[in-house]
């Protein structure tokens, strides 16, 4: 399995706009990532309320994995990319 560590950038954490932002980028990926939070999930990060359930605060290291197979780099790269921006900006 593929993965990647990055800090949460957006200053309010994973909550609302961010999350909403990384779903939809999530689904738009030809592999299926999941992500995980210290001991919270792994959940499937095509997922708003799960990805909310994690409770990501501002920082924090999560850690996004994909299945090896057809752009499952490519896919992680992306959402890593994102997460680690202020997705929060206006």
């Known amino acids: 399995m593929a993965e990647r560590h990055v800090k949460v950038g957006s200053s309010v954490g ?20 999941t992500i995980a939070a210290g001991d ?11 990805v909310l359930g994690l409770g990501v605060a501002s920082g924090e290291e999560v850690v996004l994995e994909a299945e090896d197979g057809p752009g499952a780099e490519e896919s992680l790269d992306a959402l890593a990319d994102l997460l680690a921006q202020d997705l929060d900006a206006s």
């Open 14 to 33: 994973l909550h609302a706009r961010p999350a909403n932002l990384f779903c939809k980028a999530a689904g738009q990926q030809p592999a299926k990532v």
């Open 40 to 50: 919270r999930g792994p959940v499937d990060a095509r997922s708003i309320l799960s």
